[in-house]
């Protein structure tokens, strides 16, 4: 296998499982922008009463078979149901019994709860991953156990390749939690309510074969309609699609730690002496216990100072319903909701929207929303001295976490902080070089950690901006030396094969990295 | 140039501009349902802060200028504004002197207030029109005075057309009463409201340009969105986009001619005596005075027996707003207002939605709402004793009106109705043939007149059901003679000359018929 420098000097292949393949050249260089879309056939439909067919088949299995899927497709679903999500077992399941083989699983995210799913790997149902991996598929696939290498894309990246025609879903699976026998869904209304259905616009438009699966089949019209009857060609009903108290993602209570306290409230101060700090800013936030604290004090700060955000985009929590609901934040765009609580204001509220993933983030469309945010704060497994981010493995290589839309609002922010603990149980945080680098450094412009505020030294404009604040504004370097002193220096680097097991794109297509086989 | 006869008999071009047709051959065989759907030219995208483009533009010539637009493009328009619109003319007279020629203009309709396009399509700016035509524009192309021949399609099969290929825009201009910096625009706020963008959505998706343009320009993001920044290329703001109190369709009132109110109830009667209605079925209604008076003796009906529509979907009036609010419908799909009542409930309303044109009647997709529909009625300037239905020329040939929905409606409803006088002011409407087929007979079921109402043979079903039904059922052909007796006969054939001056395309992208140079 051919390896090529990128332009970030990792190496990374030129060709992976017969796809030919393009080095990351720049945050910005986007060489891949040619071209046209992707062309889905051309289908059509009748009435029933002229012939039409019946979208409601009796199971699973009937769908499967009616679409045609078979050794060696594509398969996709989204991960609006997060933790509790059922319909990907359930299909690959029924896949399985069916005997069908060499399945790429395109999802746009894998949890715990998916750990099934090593089993359809073992025995050959699924042969290659293209998926953010959130825990044990991740760390399976780390040990070298897919015959293929994995592909993890960001949020934009993900529908960019659908776009582009890099990634073509066969069959495409919608876990709907309410839809009609016409194939309408939304995630509104039911007993496994979700959300928004942002994730899966995109498979429902490209794929060849769309298949709604929901627990709540109700009269027609499904309304409001997130996934439109146009795009759905099945739709099988099945007692339960997930269990919606498990979409909680991270925590929903802010941080009690009084170091990440402490992080939270630099990162608020560092935004409100920033230049971006003023009315009709937008953000967006996560849902984590430090991103969750920034925001709250945020809103404190707005609050006195009577400035009002035109929106928060993100992931949704109550959180940020509160502030919406308070009137110090506009609007909403809603790509998913974090927790349940979210749900309500999504249905009922004009101006809390649903955002699909092209709208969200991708770099190939004419000005997708990420390119318009002020500011957006974001977590981090690894950082290093050169502002490079790693959300995706830990120290010791191993695969454990999706990309989300981290690079996607790292490029299209105007001030994209890092808001992490500069060590976590005596591994440093700070690196000299991240284990993988997921989002260029070229696009991060502030890493806040309890021991200080480091600024890119590529944001001139911002140094500058703060030079008479009283804000512990350091040196990258030297928090990096001050994490070692404590911890008592690097890690030790993992054990390594010499296969790759996934390779990580860049949200314009080019390969920003490779992950590495991790000796068991 | 070659004609062949399609399968209604009406002799229709094998070839006309260059283009190769296909002559209709029912209403579901479908021919061209095959290959692959268009595909855009891949976009992208920086932040304005990383080098990307402003989307304001000083004027619309400069807007001109930026997307390239030279001799012999296609610009479309959608005319949510109706007769109230501006900005059709606005965008053609600052074509026009920037010199350029030979255009064709795709808008979805054009209205009376279009007439100073005559002297465009006069000085060689405009080439050729795809678009239906109401009124002026229309007559003068039946003269023959322009150098191709248009082409009329239904909303659906507009849809289908650009969405399938046939028909390409290189620039599409989209009027938006709010729109924000980056493009998103909707059609619920401002002075110019005009409710949903459906007919825009599909020009968006495909145009290789698309510009905004709006007379009140708001704060990012513009909430709700019809059409996404992500589409968009450009925005110019103008002092005013149009005349929303000239969006009215037809009448906002109920008709007040004895015969007509006659027809409403009997049509009325008929419906409630028919197989469909039930709780839960689906309409489609219009805004003509007997449409209304339909709507208004159905919601009567349906208070008294305690029966809930799922939905009416249309070209929404006050009237289906009234029946939503009582709760005698249960929801509303809204593909364009047809009075500025309707748009406070468009806006605010849950279960008020909009319906892009793809998902109201495009064929070629895996489902479109009329396709669901159990009755739709609708109106006609002739019907024939074959049922074929004509609405887009008069018995003297020439072509004043556009299709709408009406082929798409008659289609996919399970009871297709048509709801007209048997003849006005002396001409016939019921004819041994139609002057120009707009509708095949196949499709309609039922045509009701002040003399009477007629089921199409075809409907044998139907016909068994009304067996002993108090209605004035009767054959078509003793309507007709009876029509004739009345008028004292049919009325003269029109002086035609030998140029086929535009071509009416069923939805399937099939030639239904031809309509020929009037003479003068």
């Known amino acids: 296998m051919k390896l090529v420098e990128n332009a970030l000097g990792r190496l990374v292949p030129s060709e992976m499982d017969g796809r030919k393949l393009t080095p990351y050249r720049g945050a910005f260089a986007d060489p891949l922008a040619k071209g046209v879309r992707a062309a889905p056939p051309i289908p059509h439909s009748y009435p029933i009463h002229e012939g039409g067919e019946e979208k409601v088949l009796k199971n699973l299995k009937e769908a499967i078979r009616k679409t ?12 609006h149901l997060r933790n509790g999500d059922y319909v990907i077992n359930m299909v690959v399941d029924a896949i399985a019994a069916m005997g069908i083989k060499d399945i790429t699983l395109a999802s746009t995210a894998l949890f715990p709860c998916h750990k099934p799913i090593i089993e359809h790997i073992k025995s050959g149902v699924i042969r290659n991953i293209q998926s953010s991996m959130n825990g044990p598929v991740g760390k399976f696939v780390s040990h070298g156990n897919l015959p293929t290498c994995a592909i993890l894309r960001t949020h934009g990246g993900r529908v960019r390749a659908i776009e582009d025609g890099d990634l073509h879903i066969d069959v495409a699976f919608i876990a709907a939690p309410c839809a009609d026998d016409y194939g309408n869904a939304n995630g509104v209304y039911g007993q496994s309510v979700c959300g928004p259905l942002a994730y899966g616009a995109i498979d429902a438009q490209y794929a060849d074969k769309v298949v709604v699966v929901t627990d709540n089949l109700i009269r027609y019209p499904c309304l409001p309609i997130s996934i439109p009857s146009t795009h759905v060609d099945y739709v099988v009903v099945v007692d339960e699609i997930g269990d919606s108290e498990l979409i909680v993602s991270g925590t929903t209570r802010i941080t009690r730690s009084p170091a990440r306290l402490f992080i939270a409230e630099m990162a608020a101060k560092f935004i409100k002496e920033s230049p971006y700090y003023k009315d009709g800013f937008g953000f967006q936030t996560g ?108 120290s010791d290589g191993l695969l454990l976490h999706g990309i989300g839309g981290h690079t996607d609002v790292a490029a299209g922010a105007q001030l994209c902080m890092i808001v992490i603990p500069a060590y976590r149980k005596r591994i440093p945080v700070i690196r000299d070089a991240v284990t993988t680098v997921t989002t260029p450094g070229e696009t991060i412009d502030v890493i806040v950690t309890e021991l200080g505020i480091a600024i890119n030294p590529r944001r001139k404009d911002l140094i500058e901006h703060f030079k008479s604040s009283k804000l512990p504004i350091r040196e990258i370097r030297d928090m990096k030396k001050q994490v070692d002193g404590i911890v008592g220096g690097q890690p030790a680097s993992p054990e390594l094969g010499d296969r790759i097991i996934a390779l990580i794109e860049y949200r314009d297509g080019t390969i920003i990295d490779k992950v590495m086989q991790v000796i068991q």
Chains 1, 2 share one sequence.
């Open 287 to 394: 849902a984590g216990g430090i991103s969750l604290a920034v925001t709250k004090h945020l809103g404190d700060y707005m609050r006195e100072d009577g400035i009002q955000a035109a929106y928060i985009n993100g992931g949704i929590t109550q959180f940020a319903v509160d502030l919406f609901h308070e009137g110090i934040v506009e609007k909403l765009f809603d790509g998913q909701v974090f927790d349940t609580k979210a749900i309500d204001s999504f249905r009922d509220d004009l101006w809390h929207c649903e955002t699909p993933m092209t709208m969200y983030a991708n770099i190939h469309s004419k000005g997708c929303l990420v390119n318009r945010q002020d500011i957006g704060f974001l977590g981090a497994t690894e950082v290093d001295v050169d502002f490079n981010v790693n959300v995706n493995t830990h």
């Open 68 to 79: 045609g899927l078979r050794d060696g497709m594509t398969i996709s679903f989204h991960h």
